[in-house]
């Protein structure tokens, strides 16, 4: 007797299941049914502007929301309630004055129309003018700065100076704020033993200068070639200008070495005709007894030049 109980119950249990799946099968045909059929809505758009320029600042204001009115599939029209969605406006394409820009249905009716798929057709856009209020500001070029803490491996050091791309950006905002600056830093580059090319993108350090203002770049690109190095000595002669007439002078040595830092692949391109020593003879005391000979030419593909010799000595002869 139990065991017909519990067959009656299961295929009791069968039947509800049956009816149930069927239930939902023709719940799930009538919704399907409907979302085929067209029907026609407002729909709320933001607006996403694009293009603006850069010195003139958009003024925002909540109202600035297109109401439009479409046909389309109820499949269609579901996307558009799962979240609002946005109309890009183009400022490039808008008319203005000295205080607004104008969007206008009758002139934009076509770009509107281009962002939905073609079996969407609008009815009506609601406002068929908005104003977008804009202010003027100011825009100023700065230079870029490398903060930078760059060490290198033995025997190796960076050709010329780093590179920075782009090595100025530029400042957007009231005067008032961009007068106040007048270059900007790059957050500190740390780097040891290099002994590499250098070619990284650093961040620049705009907490300091952000508000109220927005700047064209936030990061630059540093690149620097990076070679062995070595040594050199080069002796020099020195050359004493302005001696006034009538005046002799005897001076020792005739020569001063030159020691110089320089990458390996322009060593042999260093000579002594890269450099020039000079005395001036008009820089010397009535109660000096040597001279001071300076470097005032040196190729630009050397570093750490310095002199050997710190002092010459003299005779004066009438």
């Known amino acids: 007797m139990r065991f017909k109980t519990k067959i009656t ?41 694009v293009n603006i320029p850069v010195d003139k600042l958009i003024v925002n204001d909540s109202s600035h929301l297109l109401n439009i009115t479409l046909t389309t599939y109820g ?5 558009y309630y799962l979240a609002r969605p946005s109309i890009v406006v183009d400022f490039q394409k808008l008319e203005k004055n000295k205080t607004h820009y104008f969007w206008t249905e009758k002139k934009e009716f076509s770009t509107i129309v281009s962002q939905f ?10 406002p068929d003018t908005i104003a977008f209020r804009y202010d003027v500001n100011n825009v100023k070029k700065i230079p870029v700065i490398l903060d930078a803490d760059i060490t290198f491996s033995v025997g190796f050091d960076v050709i010329n100076d780093y590179v920075i791309k ?25 780097m040891e033993d290099v002994n590499a090319d250098v070619l990284i993108s650093v961040e620049l350090n705009l907490t300091n200068s952000s508000e109220g203002l927005k700047f064209t770049h936030s990061q630059v690109q540093i690149s620097a070639v990076v070679e062995r190095f070595t040594e050199g000595t080069i002796n020099v002669p020195i050359n004493i200008i302005n001696i006034p007439e ?40 009535a109660q000096d007894t040597y001279l001071i000979p300076k470097i005032v030419q040196q190729p630009d593909k050397v570093k750490n030049v310095r002199l050997n010799e710190k002092r010459i000595e003299f005779i004066l002869l009438q």
């Open 117 to 126: 798929e073609p079996n969407v057709k609008i009815v009506s856009i609601n």
């Open 246 to 285: 009538g005046i002799k002078l005897k001076y020792y040595p005739k020569e001063v070495s030159v020691v110089y830092y320089t990458s390996l692949s322009n060593f042999k391109t260093i000579s002594t005709s890269s450099f020039i020593v000079e005395v001036d003879y008009n820089s010397l005391n």
């Open 75 to 79: 499949f269609k029209l579901i996307k």
């Open 166 to 190: 782009p090595d100025s950006i530029k400042v957007i905002g009231p005067k008032v704020l961009t007068d106040s600056i007048s270059e900007i830093f790059t957050k500190r580059l740390k």
């Open 9 to 49: 119950l299961f295929f009791s249990s069968k039947k509800v299941n049956v009816f149930v799946l069927f239930l939902v099968l023709a719940l799930l045909f009538s919704v399907l049914t409907k979302l085929s059929k067209d029907y026609t809505q407002t729909v709320v758009f933001n607006i996403e502007k």
